[in-house]
């Protein structure tokens, strides 16, 4: 459990032996409710290296003064990313057509 937003991390050790390595993240909302998008890799046991990169949005809550993880949403393909970054991409455009 971890007290402060910076120490959220996906990274996962078992054994002296990293299983999930977080590459990167951008908290996209704090407060007593944050969401946090994660760039990062998994350790691949057929080839023993760290598998192609993945995404994932987790949503968590501070409660008792920790957050924990409440949800999660992965991105499981390069074809979901691309998809979901242009649908976003046309919704914020045609938003912002709107409000001018």
Not at 3 to 27: H, R, S
Not at 30 to 47: A, N, P, Q, V
Not at 88 to 97: F, H
């Amino acid at each position: 459990m971890v007290e402060n937003i910076e120490e959220i991390t996906v990274t996962y050790e078992e054994g002296g032996e990293t299983l999930v390595e977080e590459l990167d993240k951008v908290v996209l909302s704090r407060g007593s409710w944050t969401t946090i998008l994660f760039k990062y890799r998994e350790f691949d046991k057929k080839t023993e290296g760290m598998g192609p990169i993945k995404y994932t949005i987790r949503r968590y809550q501070k409660r008792n003064g920790v957050y924990r993880q409440q949800s999660k949403f992965n991105i499981s393909s390069v074809k979901q990313g691309r998809q979901l970054y242009e649908a976003l991409g046309t919704w914020i455009a045609e938003d912002d057509s709107d409000n001018q």
